[in-house]
Every structure is written in C-alpha cells, then in structure tokens.
C-alpha cells in the first residue's frame, strides 16, 4: 500500500455526507501522515473548505462550474487551474475525485501531465450509476471506488463489462466513535424512534411520519432532526409531525447528533433515493442503538449487525416492537468501518494475487507444515511431501477450487484457497512465518472476498476457526466476516460477496 500524498477533490456545493466523508479522510490522513501529505481541492468560500481550514487542512481553492456550453470559458479556466496544480504534485500523489463534476474537469487535466498522479473515482451516491453518459465516463480505467456494497453493486450493473469496481466502507473519526461507545446504556421500552438525516423528499421523513402514525403502539416517542435545504418539504414534516401531538419532535438546527442518539432507543433511516452508505448509521452502532432502514438501503457491509430493513408501516411496527438487545461489539465495528479500510481502498492495495502453479508445490507445504500454522489446523499432524503432491495435483485441477498465492514486493508471503459448494465456498489462509503480525492476513482476506464473485460465482464465503485462534478470527472480522456458529471445538464465520 502507498503512503504518499493524497489529493482530495469536491465541489463544496453543499455541506452533506460526501463532503463530512472527505473531511472525516483529511483529518485521519494528517493525524495518520502529517498535514503536508493530504491537500482538498474543492471552492475556497465553501463550508468545506472553511472547515478544513478550521482542522489545519491545506486547500487549494478551485471551482467546478456547472459543465454546460454556456460555461465554457470557466470550464477552460477550472481545467488550467488543475494541470497547474496537478504538475506541482509530489511523486507517488494520488488525485481522488469524491464527486462526478470534479472527475469531468481533472480527467482532461491529468491527460496533459508529462507525470501523471495515480487517479481514483470516488462514488458515495447510486444516482450516478442509472445515468448512461455518467456510467460511460466512469466504466474508463481507472474504474471506481464506492462507498458500500449497495452502491457498488448498482455500479456493476449499469458499467461496462470489465469495468472496476471496488468496495470501502464508511468509516468514524476516533474521538467520535469514542464519545459514541460512551453513550450505550439501558433503553427504554417502547423505544424512542430517531430519524437523522436533511429536509429533502429522498430522505423519506415525511413517509416515516405516516408510518409512525399507522404503528402508533410500537413506539413511545420520536425525534427527527433534519438539516435545513427545502423549505417547502421541511414545513410539510413539520404539519405532519404536529398532528400526532407532542409524541413527535422536530428540532431546530443546532441540536447534535451525539444528544438524540443519546437519547435513542432505535434509528430510522426512511429514505426513499439512492442512499450509498449513511453515516448515521455507524454512529447509532457505536452508541448501541440498533437500526431499521427502508429496504434499498440495507446491504451485505451490516450483515451480522443490528441493523434490519424495513418495507411500510406493518413491518415498521412489527421490528419496534422487536427490537435486538445486543448492540453491535465495538471491536467489529471498528474492524468493519475503520478508517484504515477506506484508506487502503482509495489508495489500492500492492498485496498481488496470483493463481498457484505447480512449482508452488513445496513453498505451500513448507507453509503448511510450519509449526504455528499446524497449532491451529483441524489436521494438526505434519503433511508427508508425496500425500502434498497429490493433493496439490487434485486440486490445481478442480473447477470447485482456486489457490491464489500473494505476493508483496515481489515476493510470495501467503495462500489462501477457496473450495466452491454450490453457491457457497470455504476460505483457507495460511501465512508465510515472516509475513504475521503486520495484518497482512486481513488484506489477503479481503482481497479473496473481493475477487471470489468473479472466480467461482459464489455468493457467499465460510471460514472454519478453532475458538482460541484469536488472531485469525480478528483478521476475518476485520475483513468483513461475522459470527455464523460457534461451538466448544470451532468458530464458523460467514460473509456475503
């Protein structure tokens, strides 16, 4: 994985979560590299950048006009301010784009660099993915990146075939999820509803209002705190939240997150558009409250979570009365939404996956017959060399099975085998002795999860743990992978793909 500088472009047009999600990534890389290694590029009098200026981030003031015939001369302009820009970018910069307008401008402006930057597309929306010219631009090398697996696959399906496609997670800074794991504590019956979002129609507050009305009985209270931005829907909540009395409050801006959450005995995420991955929905995980989220929004990236969908008011009612009791574990959640998955995601990973050839052979016995790889097998005895060989031959040649071997740095530090049932298939990892303890396990992980759609159509992945091998069940969590079973004897962990 590079550690050189990152470029972050956004066109500040309003303060929501894309722009918080930019904010949350420059802040963890100055605290993580220094602040000369992270820069955003985004308009100089934008919240954004005022914010960024707030948190001793550098910014680089650029405007993205609107792209139309009549811009033309700003759109000249704003492509010139880039090349400029992007010229003065130290070696091993990567440029992000964390929204479609700012990749149409530093597209072009990177094609004139003698010395190009790595780019990456950043997509926290699905609205793009059902635009056909947008779906043309961004299915072009380098792909994307996108934020959940709800989005991601929305993008599979409307890009070119072939086109790159790669999933990160959302993620909190420390200091939030820190004062959010603080708030857990008993919650009251029946619960309080809170609903977190902006006054616009796709985020569902005026649907959630009828549809608490319909289940009256399965809640005690509700609090909807809603950003200001259409006028018009915001005063339509407020005359529908007042018919149902003093049960349901909506607040004035100024009221914190972290205060309603407090307070929660459950989050609603209503909303109707294409949502990527809310951000509120990590910070009521971390606060131990669970979720209920309109159907299109939940996805494989909560499975294992306490976080359920939802289709109208019955089933509404039917999960407030309902709700989990065990909160989300605050290890796995950090394992899941850390900063540091998102940030190897955008940057990619120079961990290689190769398929095994026969002259592999005796590296992967070596690694099997290692003795702390032996500790935790189910077959702990040593592999004699012919019993290897003609297992090794069986499977190489078996259409249920693939073996990649990893390679950093140009040299080989680990396998991991995947063997194909139906629509399900089993991991098996094992690491070379020098290569443990720097997390490697978890990006082989993840890579195999990201790759095994495309190697075996399998729709799920299965791991089988004995229960004291803590740091392979750390790695798999970390990787995305949840407790499916468990017994005195092992520990099976299961994640979609």
């Known amino acids: ?38 820069l955003v590029v985004c308009p100089g009098d934008s919240e954004l950048a005022a914010r960024c200026r707030e948190a001793g981030i550098r910014v680089a003031p650029v405007r993205f006009p609107d792209p139309q015939p009549r811009q033309v001369a700003a759109i000249a302009a704003t492509v010139a301010r880039l090349q400029r820009l992007f010229a003065s970018a130290p070696p091993a910069t990567t440029v992000v784009a964390a929204a479609v307008r700012c990749a149409i401008y530093a597209r072009p402006a990177l094609a004139l660099q003698r010395r190009r930057p790595r780019f990456v597309q950043l997509m926290q929306e699905r609205d793009s993915a059902a635009r056909p010219l947008l779906a043309r631009l961004l299915g072009r090398p380098p792909g994307v990146v996108v934020l959940g697996a709800a989005a991601a696959a929305s993008y599979r399906a409307a890009l070119p075939r072939g086109s790159s496609v790669q999933t990160i997670n959302n993620f909190l800074d420390p200091e939030l999820f820190a004062e959010l794991v603080a708030l857990r504590g008993d919650r009251e019956e029946p619960p309080v509803v809170t609903a977190i979002g902006r006054f616009i129609p796709e985020k569902g507050l005026l649907e959630l209002v009828d549809e608490l009305a319909a289940a009256s009985d399965a809640w005690s209270s509700a609090e909807i705190l809603a950003s200001p931005e259409n006028g018009a829907y915001e005063a339509r909540v407020r005359e529908r939240a007042r018919a149902l009395g003093d049960r349901v409050r909506v607040h004035d801006p100024g009221i914190h997150a972290r205060d309603v959450l407090a307070r929660a005995g459950v989050l609603v995420v209503p909303s109707t558009g294409n949502e990527g991955q809310p951000t509120v929905i990590v910070e009521a995980l971390a606060a131990g409250v669970p979720v209920v989220v309109r159907g299109p929004v939940w996805s494989a990236d909560f499975e294992g979570l306490p976080v359920m969908p939802y289709d109208g008011a019955d089933d509404l009612g039917r999960l407030l009365r309902d709700l989990p009791r065990e909160p989300a574990r605050p290890g796995a959640l950090l394992a899941r939404f850390g900063p540091e998955q998102a940030v190897l995601g955008i940057e990619g990973d120079d961990l290689q996956l190769r398929v095994a050839e026969a002259s592999d052979s005796q590296l992967l016995l070596d690694w099997r017959n290692d003795p702390e790889t032996r500790r935790w097998a189910f077959e702990s005895g040593e592999i004699e060399r012919a019993t290897h060989e003609a297992w090794f031959a069986r499977r190489r040649a078996d259409p249920d099975t693939v ?85 005195d004897d092992v520990v099976t962990l299961a994640r979609r793909v």
């Open 403 to 487: 073996i990649w071997i990893a390679e950093h740095d140009g040299r080989p530090v680990g396998q991991i085998r995947l063997d194909r049932d139906g629509t399900e298939a089993e991991v098996s990892v094992a690491l070379a002795p020098e290569a443990r303890g720097g997390g490697l396990g978890r990006r082989l992980i993840a890579r195999a999860a990201a790759e095994a759609r495309g190697a075996l159509a399998v729709e799920r992945l299965n791991a089988r743990i004995k229960p004291a091998n803590s740091a392979s069940l750390r790695a798999f969590e970390a990787a995305g992978f949840v407790e499916a079973a468990r017994d």
């Open 1 to 38: 994985m590079t550690t050189g500088p990152l470029w972050i472009l956004d066109d500040g047009r309003i303060m929501g979560g894309g722009q918080r999600f930019v904010l949350r990534l420059a802040r963890h890389l100055r605290d993580d590299r220094g602040p000369d290694r992270v």
